[in-house]
Structure formats: C-alpha cells, structure tokens
C-alpha cells in the first residue's frame, strides 16, 4: 500500500520569485530546494522559462547537483524548444516535463497539445528519453490528448488540475464534480494505456485530497500554495501537512 502512496515533487519556483523582486541572491530556491528535502520532499520541481522570470540556469545546475547526491528526483519542466531541450540535454535531470508556455500567462494555464503537435514534439521526447530523463507529457485530462501522449516515448503524463482548483474557488461545485469525474477517467484510461499518472497545478490543503484519492495518480507537484504557506506556517509543516492529506486521502479510497 505505501508503494502506492502519490509522491511529493515539491515546486520551488516561487522562492526564486521572491529572490528576483530585489534582483540579489536571497532567498536561494536551491536552498529551499534542500529545505524540501529535509522536510520530506519526495522530489524538487522547477521550470526554467524562456524569460527566466523565476529559476535561472545556474538555479538549475545547482539543483541538479543538489538532488544527485542527495539521490532525489529533479523533474524540470520546459517547453519544447530547442535551447530548453539542450539545456535539459546537457543538465540531464530525472525527469523533465513538458509544458506549453506563453510569455504573456501569468503561469501554466492550459495542457500541452500532444495531438496537435505530435511531429514537433516526438524527436524532443526521444531524444531526451534517450539521454535518460523521464518524460512527462503536462496534459489536460481529455481521451484525444491521453491517446497521443501514449503513442509517443513519453512514460508519464500530469493531469493540470488548475480548472478543478479554479472551479471550487468559484463556489462551483457542479463544476468541480465534472472536472474531477474527468481526470479519474482520465487517470483510467492513462493507466491502461501503460502511462504513469501525476497531478498538478493549483493544489492546496483544501482542494488536495480529492486528487489524491484517485488510485492510479503516482506523483502530485505542488508549489505556489507550499511556498506561500510557508509564509506562515514555515516550509517544514506545510511540506509534512500536504504529505499528511495526500497520504489520508489515499488511504481513506
Ligand atoms: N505542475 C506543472 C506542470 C506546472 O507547470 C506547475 C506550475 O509551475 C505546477 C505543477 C505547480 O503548480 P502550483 O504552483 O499552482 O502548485
């Protein structure tokens, strides 16, 4: 049963948000990185942007080396561009995400459009499968897109649960259900078709546990509301009450 408990990749892309308001060096999301760690942080995710407007490069050479020998996974998320594919290229993190950008998003606001863009995005996932990072494919929950994502060499794909978080924060709760109902078939369907299935975007102490109940979700990444709660409560329990409500959720199901 614990095997099958969702991991924690713990996005610390918000303390570099924080260092970047005054330009100097503080506070250092590699050390919030180890922090995450320390407080029981199964993984540390981090997008490095086109327009680095959080992690830098150096951020992410950093955290590579940091979770190499502290022996966790660095799953990076990029989109498919060619300087992001040879950063990742040369970085070699655990795992990479791919996700659509958009300069003007304020964050990640939609899936990536696997079906539509299967020839773009087949050689960039080869080719960094083959250099031995996981590739997840940061999809909405939706048949066409989950079957696409499983005809490429991508192994795992993460469900955005911004609508599903967005959708409570209205008060909508007919809405939530449909969206929920989606990614649970989604997660099915993902599942049989050989796919591991992670779950992200927007995720809080109040919203969480409905998407770790879903038995095929492997991995939730969390990362504005940790970073933010850290604020008050500090990094180290809201790290271990996330943990604390994936993991009830997962054994209340
Ligand atoms: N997963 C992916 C693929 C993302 O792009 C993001 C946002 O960077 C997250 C998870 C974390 O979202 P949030 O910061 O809302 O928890």
Redesign the pocket.
């Known amino acids: 049963m614990k095997e099958t408990l969702p991991r924690l990749g713990v996005?610390i892309?918000?303390i570099a948000t924080v260092r970047n308001a005054r330009g100097g060096e503080h506070p250092d999301p590699v050390a919030g990185a180890w922090a995450a760690i320390q407080a029981g942080a199964d993984g540390i995710?981090a997008?490095l942007r086109e327009d680095r407007r959080h992690m830098r490069d150096d951020d992410m050479e950093r955290l590579q080396l940091l979770c190499e020998s502290e022996n966790i996974p660095l799953n990076m998320?990029m989109a498919a561009t060619s300087e992001m594919q040879n950063i990742a290229l040369r970085l070699k993190p655990k795992a990479v995400?791919i996700?659509p950008e958009r300069r003007e998003e304020r964050?990640?606001e939609g899936g990536l459009d696997v079906a539509g863009q299967h020839n773009r995005l087949v050689p960039i996932i080869s080719a960094l499968n083959d250099n031995g990072s996981r590739v997840s494919l940061?999809i909405e929950a939706v048949t066409h897109q989950i079957e696409a994502a499983a005809r490429t060499d991508a192994k795992v794909v993460?469900f955005?649960t911004?609508a599903y978080?967005h959708a409570l924060d209205a008060d909508d709760k007919g809405k939530a259900d449909e969206i929920l109902k989606a990614l649970q078939k989604g997660a099915t369907l993902a599942h049989s078709l050989g796919l591991e299935v992670h779950f992200?975007?927007?995720?809080t102490f109040d919203n969480v546990e409905p998407i770790a109940a879903i038995p095929e979700g492997m991995e939730l990444?969390?990362?504005?509301?940790?970073i933010g709660e850290a604020i008050f409560m500090g990094l180290e329990p809201a790290i271990k009450e996330m943990h604390r409500r994936a993991t009830q959720a997962r054994y209340r199901s």
């Open positions: 996005n892309d918000h995710t997008h998320e995400c996700v964050t990640t940061f993460e955005h911004g978080a992200g975007h927007g995720l990444n969390i990362g504005h509301f940790i």
